[in-house]
């Protein structure tokens, strides 16, 4: 295994951060608290490890990758990255937020504040998958 490997581990740890966010809303609609929980500090674990990740290879070991071919594709990648990278810097502090209400037992303002945090959590980390896909399998730049 090398640093090269990291984009496909990345997308590993985004795929299982959408299962844990998955599985933690089904506990959760089922009343199962504890499961719910643990499915979250899942959720919460592999983002992170996602994050560690992403920030290791792309400011210590390549850099940027850019997206050129094919060109028609192009916009289309270009938008699915753009509502990630913005939804994924939204997404951080309402995760802080809604972790800290849970926490501190304010579940009221926890269910709120889920609302939201949990699908663009959600879209963030499946979006994340798909960038992966899009620009090291289906079109791989060189």
């Given at each position: ?15 299982l ?8 809303f089904?506990?959760i609609r ?27 290879y ?23 990255l ?5 939804l ?14 849970a ?40």
């Open positions: 295994m090398s640093f090269n490997d990291l984009p496909a581990i990345n997308a590993c740890f985004n795929g951060a959408a299962v844990f966010l998955t599985a933690g089904i506990f089922h009343q199962n608290k504890t499961a719910h929980r643990n499915c979250m500090i899942g959720a919460l674990g592999s983002s992170a490890l996602f994050l560690v990740g992403y920030l290791t792309h400011f210590v070991v390549h850099g940027l990758t850019k997206f050129q071919n094919p060109a028609w594709f192009r916009p289309i990648y270009l938008t699915l753009l509502t990630h990278t913005v994924a810097v939204v997404i951080v502090p309402l995760i802080i937020l809604t972790l800290t209400c926490l501190r037992g304010r579940f009221e303002a926890h269910r709120k504040i889920a609302r939201w945090t949990w699908p663009l959590w959600m879209y963030v980390s499946v979006t994340g998958v798909v960038i992966y896909l899009l620009l090291y399998q289906i079109f791989p730049q060189k």
